[in-house]
């Protein structure tokens, strides 16, 4: 009998035992996961910049001006999203955004700040031989609440 409670003692405390070293171990690796993933928010800012650039582009190859409307800053920027897909309409603004990840935009300065530069313009000659150039610019600001468009730049 003595000795079927020492057993029985002795397996209550291996499993209590175990069950703490395993609880620690999960929590080791909670800790490591967090640890990681906080250094990898610290070191992208916490924000996907280039998926918002994705998600931008795809709202403008939709025509969807309510997908674009996250975009805008909330004091705006002069046009609409409904003006804005239409100046985006362009076959040759389309074929650039397509062709243009975002760490391929340019870096650029708007107001004094930093800002993303996304460029596509055409040029053509008609009979006389005069020579016409079109160009649409976009400017975007990276932000604690994501990538803002805060410019836009139409030329010809």
């Known amino acids: 009998m003595k000795r079927s409670v020492l057993t029985l003692t002795g397996a209550i ?8 070293d395993v609880e620690e171990n999960a929590n080791d690796s909670a800790t490591e996961v967090a640890t990681n993933e906080s250094v990898e928010e610290t070191q992208q800012g916490g924000y996907n910049y280039d998926l918002e650039w994705e998600a931008f582009k ?4 939709a025509k969807n001006a309510e997908d674009l409307k996250i975009f ?7 046009i609409d999203a409904e003006t804005l897909l239409s100046m985006c ?7 650039e955004m397509k062709k243009t990840p975002y760490d ?11 800002a993303k530069e ?6 053509y000659t008609d009979e006389d031989d005069n020579t016409y150039e ?12 994501g990538l803002k468009l805060v410019n836009v730049l139409a030329a010809g």
């Open 72 to 78: 805008f800053p909330e004091e705006g920027i002069g």
């Open 89 to 95: 309409s362009e076959d040759y603004v389309i074929e």
């Open 118 to 123: 996304f460029g596509a313009s055409v040029s």
């Open 13 to 20: 405390l291996l499993f209590a035992c175990s069950s703490a």
């Open 134 to 145: 079109s160009g649409l610019y976009l400017y975007f600001e990276e932000g604690l609440n």
């Open 104 to 114: 391929k935009l340019g870096d650029s300065e708007y107001n004094g700040n930093y």
């Open 58 to 61: 795809e709202a403008i190859y």
